[in-house]
């Protein structure tokens, strides 16, 4: 089974627009290109990854398609449309469709002033077009009340699949545990919602390891089963908090818990049924 990377991204500071992405960033305040990456996941083992859009503008949507054109490890794109504009949105999913890669919709709710901006009924009826599409939708579940949302899309708009980036970031940091946990429980009820493994190193203290992510991943393998699990680097902005090498070696520590057959779902056979990623050959 092919190992997959289902959350990674690129931009570029000189040709495109990323306004939350400033010199207070740090050391990803820079543009990170496929050239970069492609070392690092064949020194990793990664034979396919998602790209995933970086800023909700349809310049980005294009520059990522245009990198899958150029580079087979890029197996699927997640693009954007203006969800609050359904007629323009179903516009440009005609258009994206036409492209093989293009596999889901992302919108950076948690950089919206309205916690609950996806409740919107204009947003509610673009998310409609993706389910009658089959396109999947990914939620940046970064507040408590963005996960709380995901069981009332699952209700709203019936066929919708849904996965949550990043756990919905659990705090690790302080060794927290609620509301996330039952928050994500609630999530994991319904069937067309799946997780990423994936940007729990930023969530976590500074000398993070893989035992320290590991109860936050069981948790959500208990309640997803890796059937609805899939890991994912968040390359570049995993670098806030480590290498990619580092993040492949400490996932596999979380993951240890489970027995071979699921930790290749996790690592490879969720994301490519979830995102439609051609088949390869390890």
């Given at each position: 089974?092919?190992?997959v990377?289902?959350?990674q ?12 992405l ?20 064949a ?11 970086s ?63 996806l ?48 756990l ?32 729990l190193?930023?969530?976590?203290a ?6 320290d ?12 089963g ?20 580092r ?15 699921e ?20």
């Amino acid at each position: 089974m092919a190992v997959v990377d289902a959350h990674q991204h690129f931009w570029n500071l000189e040709t495109g627009s990323y306004p939350w992405l400033t010199p207070e960033s740090g050391p990803i305040f820079r543009t990170f290109e496929p050239e970069e990456l492609i070392p690092q996941l064949a020194a990793a083992g990664v034979d396919r990854t998602v790209l995933v859009q970086s800023m909700d503008s349809y310049a980005d949507t294009g520059a990522m398609l245009a990198q899958a054109d150029e580079h087979d490890f890029v197996g699927a794109v997640v693009g954007w449309v203006p969800l609050t504009r359904p007629e323009e949105a179903a516009g440009a999913l005609e258009r994206y469709r036409r492209h093989p890669r293009f596999a889901g919709i992302r919108h950076l709710i948690h950089d919206e002033p309205d916690p609950d901006w996806l409740l919107q009924d204009t947003v509610i009826e673009g998310l409609g077009l993706l389910a009658a599409a089959g396109l999947p939708f990914d939620v940046v579940a970064v507040l408590p009340r963005h996960l709380e949302h995901v069981p009332v899309l699952a209700e709203r708009v019936p066929g919708l699949r849904m996965v949550i980036d990043h756990l919905a970031k659990p705090p690790i940091s302080d060794k927290g545990w609620e509301p996330w946990a039952s928050l994500l429980a609630r999530a994991a009820e319904c069937p067309g919602v799946y997780a990423k493994v994936s940007g729990l190193n930023t969530a976590a203290a500074p000398d993070w390891t893989g035992e320290d992510l590991r109860p936050y991943v069981e948790h959500a393998a208990e309640l997803f089963g890796p059937e609805r699990l899939m890991f994912g680097s968040d390359w570049p902005v995993a670098t806030l908090a480590g290498d990619y090498a580092r993040v492949w070696r400490e996932t596999q520590v979380a993951l240890s818990g489970l027995d071979e057959a699921e930790r290749a779902q996790v690592l490879g056979g969720t994301a490519t049924r979830f995102y439609g990623l051609p088949e390869v050959t390890p």
